[in-house]
């Protein structure tokens, strides 16, 4: 995606290794912090604006196999169902 927004090869490449890197520590964060319902809330909107930009920039990719719809949309749905435990855990405390 990155090459079709006219980046150089080299850059393209760049971007996508930070990203990748970039991906490896937040999932290590929501693996330490899983508790953190702001995290959560942030893996949600990291989710729905990486869908967001294949639908702007890429919208053929949405028919592929393994879609960013495949993938996001049920991500996003159990990062709902995990704020909510996250509240649930937080109300027991009370």
């Not at 079709?4 to 290590?28: H, Q």
């Not at 990719?61 to 159990?78: H, M, R, Y």
Request: aromatic residues 8%; positive net charge; glycine residues 8%.
């Amino acid at each position: 995606m990155t090459g079709s927004a006219g980046f150089s090869a080299e850059v393209s490449d760049l971007i996508t290794r930070s990203a990748g890197i970039g991906e490896i520590i937040f999932g290590v964060c929501l693996l330490v912090f899983y508790k953190n319902k702001h995290l959560v809330i942030l893996n949600i909107l990291a989710l729905l604006g990486l869908l967001l930009a294949v639908v702007v920039m890429q919208p053929p990719l949405l028919i592929e196999a393994f879609n960013p719809v495949t993938t996001n949309l049920p991500l996003i749905g159990l990062s709902f169902i995990w704020l909510k435990e996250i509240k649930l855990q937080n109300n027991r405390h009370l």
